[in-house]
């Protein structure tokens, strides 16, 4: 997948576990760690939007996009 989830980075940075996001969010410890481990299809900015005041950072900080390898250029 190109687009990289830095959500742990944020994470060690605040100095917040992910079961205090996922408090402070409103969202599952299983949907979270799809999300942070890459597995998501998508995100809602609602969610996008949570996770952006829990943790002080703008939604740059935690999607980051990567062209894959084996794209054509």
Partial sequence: M????NI???????KMSVTELSNEVGI????LSVLKN???KAVRFST???ICRALE???GDI??????????G
């Avoid at 742990?8 to 605040?14: E, I, P, S, T, Y």
């Avoid at 599952?28 to 949907?31: E, G, I, K, R, S």
């Fill in 38 to 40: 890459g597995k998501a």
């Fill in 8 to 14: 742990d980075v944020m994470l060690a940075k605040r």
């Fill in 57 to 59: 950072c703008q939604p």
């Fill in 2 to 5: 190109a687009i990289i989830i």
């Fill in 48 to 50: 996008l939007e949570s």
């Fill in 28 to 31: 599952t410890m299983a949907n």
């Fill in 63 to 72: 999607l980051e996009y990567r062209p894959d390898q084996n794209e054509g």
